[in-house]
Each structure stands twice: as C-alpha cells, then as structure tokens.
C-alpha cells in the first residue's frame, strides 16, 4: 500500500501542514520584526541619534 | 561564565542573545530532522493506526501552551513585584507564542478527533478549558495592542496574566476532576508513562525539538521588544527636541527598558 492511500493520512498530512504553516508564520515575522527594527534604529543612528541611559549600547 | 542576574539587563540580554540564537536554532532544527524522521517511521498504533502522528505535533504543542503561560505568570510576578524591565519584555513576548501553539494544539486535535471520535470538536472539559487559554492568550495580546502607554498595559496585562493562571491546573487536571472523552495523563503518571517505547521516543524528541525552538523563538521577540522600546524612546526624544514645550514624561515611561 503506498504512503498516500493509508488511511486517514489526509487528516495527518493536514495536520503537518498546519503546523509547518505556524512555526514558518512565527519564525517568518520574528525575522521581518527583526530587520524592521534594525533598519529603523539604523536610520536614526545615521542621524547621530542615541538612545541615551546605561543599556543604551546597540549591539 | 555571566550569571543570571548579570544577564537579566537588556543590554547585556541582547549580547547574549546573539551568541546563543544560532546555536539554539541549530539545535532545534537538529532535533525536528530526528524528531521528523522516528515520526514517519515508528509503527502505527494498534487502535489509532496512522492518526497517532498526529499525537508528535498535538502534545508537544499542548505541552508548551501550558509551559508558556506558566513561564508567562512567572514573568508577570517578575513585573509587578520587582518591575523588572525584562520579566515585563519576556511577558509580552510569549503571549503570541503561547497563543500561537495553543491554536496548533487545538487543529490537531481536531484533526485527530475526526477520523478517531467521528467530531472535529466536543465540548469536553479539556478541550473547552484549552479553548479558553486560547482566549485567554488572545485578551493578552490585546492589551499589549490597546493600550498605548507600555508601563500601564504592562501592569494590566501582568494582572490579567496572574488571574488567568486559574484555567492552568484546570486544563492539566481535567481529565481527572471530569468525565471527558479527551484521554488522561500517559507519559507523567506515578507509575511511568503508559506508551509504548517505539511511540514514546519520537514524541519526546518532537518534545525536545518544539521546547527548543520556542526558546529560540521567545529569545528573538525578546530581541526585538528591546529594540522596539529603544526606538519608541528615540522617536520620543526626537519629537521633544523637534518641539521642547512638549511634555514627553507620561509617553517615556513606557519605553523605558
């Protein structure tokens, strides 16, 4: 019997979608999150801005 | 080697979040190719036949839905009691990360209920009270959305983070308190875990794999909080150099960490 025709395994390739589909959103807009920020803390360092107080050090 | 309490300062926070990042996310994805492969190839459960795959992304899932609220009211106390810029940062990070996996507990489940119950859904004490960490998930996110000054969302958000800890012990001892369809414990139970080896090891690797990810995960959108409330701090200075009669204090309060 091929791996398609098991039964039920509609219901368990869904399942592997969903899932793959939430971990890829997740890590996906952490990323984009990411280098939205940085672009924008970027812009403003340009412009000789720092955010001032003692954890103010950009990494 | 930096202690905790060294760490627990967002500077110091961000330099070691970009060291341990990438190890973290290799690990993780180690752990999935493992996990990924005992799930394909351990054998079919004698009653669930193939569905029991379902089970290596339902309960790892379920797992971290109830880990991150707890993670999320031990950060809230972290808040509140000590004012922690970071235990605040941790808290906002996790709520859509714990909304997110309870919502993929839930599908799966779902998906599992179908061909094995003949129901997508029962309102069932388990899965009722995890309907209501999703909701409750959900109004966290929402203050942190709704109200603009970070400080006062935090303190709210942090209450509503503590009263919600009720549903926890409800969702865990469900199975026991009610007659529910969902099943009871069968891995942490007194006498040892009542599943069978061949599916036991690829469940606590698929474990392992989401546990890690979702500390590579929180890591990141700690990350990016700190760098969120540094920006909304320069913005807000930019704004009263540009216009000093303003009065900034009440909007940089909340961008204090």
Redesign the interface.
Known sequence: MSFLN????G??I???A??LA??A???GT??W??RS??R??AA?EAKG????G?????? | MPSLTSLANPGRFMVAAERVLPWLAALSGACFAGGLWLSFTAPPDYQQGETVRIMYLHVPSAWLALMIYTLMSASAIGALVWRHPLAEVSMKAAAPLGGAFTFLCLVTGSLWGKPMWGAWWVWDARLTSVLVLLLIYLGIVAIWNAIEDQLQAGRIAAIATLVGFVNIPIVKFSVDWWNTLHQGSSVFTFDGPKIAPSILLPLLVMALAFTLLFAALQIGAMRNEILRRRLRRLAILAASEASPQLSVAPFERGARA
């Open positions: 098991l039964p039920h395994i219901f368990v869904a399942a592997y969903a899932a939430v971990v959103l997740l890590i952490i990323l999150d990411h920020l940085r924008a803390l403003h801005e720092r955010p001032p003692p954890d103010a050090v950009s990494p």
